[in-house]
């Protein structure tokens, strides 16, 4: 029997794949899941944009996070990272919940009657190495701490804070229940801690049988592969480029640093030319990236070229 290729409920598109249908389990297990952040019972979470797109890795407003308008007419946008995407984190969180406040409809009511929304970010990379606690909550304080509005809120699961124990504990509280499920599904020697994680938690069991379902679907899995092809592409195409840029510009320092030597000495103009020209080009690699859209930091992780210097 040809083995089925593992999934794991940490990469985005497999976690859409799962909380973002719109099936009686899936709608459950969401649920679930949402209450747990919220600390307040869920009954009903309209996912707004159940598609799947993964044509521009680059475009997160396709980055497979799931949009939920729940009962009481908040909003919730939850959304899984295993990997660092590069951009700022901080800015990306506070864009989102902005975006998702000022998308209410506020012609004819009052501001007080805007419904709260939620950004959820569970994340498999340290995203606040400052903050020792595996889930945090951003709000609007004033200077002394004191809550200025509860109407804006960012949420984040930093998986890789969670105590990495193999044995239920009865004590957890629901948040680090589904943090150890993500963090096991795919480890076989927590084989006991996922069964009684399943026994504990309805909303937990829900998630695993969509899970599985997902596993066993040629169709599903296509999609889930297709969309780890593009990001590899992608991401091992600016490798490419980099490792080509820096070559041609080695290149053409060189050869500038050998006719520059023959009038000031060969080896101080061949050190000056390869330096130049090194650096010339990874002012024009910055200048294409910054064209099409790269962020200032991703720049210069791939460059080593800070803003303001191409």
């Given at each position: 029997?040809?083995?089925?290729?593992?999934?794991?409920?940490?990469?985005?598109?497999?976690?859409?794949?799962?909380?973002?249908?719109?099936?009686?389990?899936?709608?459950?297990?969401?649920?679930?899941?949402?209450?747990?952040?919220?600390?307040?019972?869920?009954?009903?979470?309209?996912?707004?944009?159940?598609?799947?797109?993964?044509?521009?890795?680059?475009?997160?407003?396709?980055?497979?996070?799931?949009?939920?308008?729940?009962?009481?007419?908040?909003?919730?946008?939850?959304?899984?990272?295993?990997?660092?995407?590069?951009?700022?984190?901080?800015?990306?969180?506070?864009?989102?919940?902005?975006?998702?406040?000022?998308?209410?409809?506020?012609?004819?009511?009052w501001y007080e009657d805007l419904n709260p929304v939620y950004v959820i970010l569970i994340s498999n990379e340290k995203l606040f190495p400052q903050e020792e606690k595996s889930l945090s909550l951003v709000q609007y304080r004033f200077e002394s701490g004191e809550l200025f509005s509860d109407k804006l809120n960012i949420m984040?699961?930093?998986?890789?804070?969670?105590?990495?124990?193999?044995?239920?504990?009865?004590?957890?509280?629901?948040?680090?229940?589904?943090?150890?499920?993500?963090?096991?599904?795919?480890?076989?020697?927590?084989?006991?801690?996922?069964?009684?994680?399943?026994?504990?938690?309805?909303?937990?069991?829900?998630?695993?049988?969509?899970?599985?379902?997902?596993?066993?679907?040629?169709?599903?899995?296509?999609?889930?592969?297709?969309?780890?092809?593009?990001?590899?592409?992608?991401?091992?195409?600016?490798?490419?480029?980099?490792?080509?840029?820096?070559?041609?510009?080695?290149?053409?320092?060189?050869?500038?640093?050998?006719?520059k030597g023959k009038a000031e000495g060969l080896e101080e103009g061949k050190a000056e030319g390869l330096a130049e020209g090194a650096q010339n080009e990874k002012?024009?690699?910055?200048?294409?990236?910054?064209?099409?859209?790269?962020?200032?930091?991703?720049?210069?992780?791939?460059?080593?070229?800070?803003?303001?210097?191409?």
């Amino acid at each position: 029997m040809q083995k089925i290729p593992q999934l794991d409920p940490r990469r985005d598109i497999v976690f859409k794949s799962i909380f973002g249908k719109t099936t009686e389990k899936a709608s459950f297990a969401r649920n679930s899941l949402i209450s747990a952040f919220l600390g307040k019972p869920v009954t009903e979470s309209t996912v707004l944009n159940p598609e799947l797109i993964p044509y521009d890795i680059r475009d997160k407003a396709t980055r497979l996070d799931i949009l939920c308008m729940l009962d009481d007419g908040s909003q919730v946008n939850l959304e899984m990272q295993m990997c660092n995407t590069g951009d700022s984190i901080k800015e990306r969180l506070c864009y989102y919940c902005s975006q998702l406040f000022v998308s209410q409809k506020s012609r004819g009511i009052w501001y007080e009657d805007l419904n709260p929304v939620y950004v959820i970010l569970i994340s498999n990379e340290k995203l606040f190495p400052q903050e020792e606690k595996s889930l945090s909550l951003v709000q609007y304080r004033f200077e002394s701490g004191e809550l200025f509005s509860d109407k804006l809120n960012i949420m984040t699961l930093d998986l890789s804070k969670l105590n990495d124990t193999t044995k239920f504990e009865e004590e957890l509280d629901a948040i680090k229940r589904w943090g150890l499920y993500f963090n096991s599904a795919t480890d076989d020697s927590r084989k006991e801690l996922i069964k009684a994680l399943l026994e504990k938690d309805e909303g937990i069991r829900m998630a695993d049988k969509v899970f599985y379902e997902v596993t066993q679907d040629d169709y599903e899995r296509a999609k889930i592969f297709e969309r780890e092809k593009i990001l590899m592409d992608y991401y091992s195409g600016l490798a490419e480029a980099k490792q080509k840029g820096l070559k041609k510009g080695l290149e053409e320092g060189l050869e500038q640093g050998l006719k520059k030597g023959k009038a000031e000495g060969l080896e101080e103009g061949k050190a000056e030319g390869l330096a130049e020209g090194a650096q010339n080009e990874k002012a024009k690699i910055a200048q294409t990236l910054k064209a099409k859209g790269f962020s200032a930091k991703d720049i210069e992780e791939i460059t080593g070229l800070k803003e303001g210097s191409y």
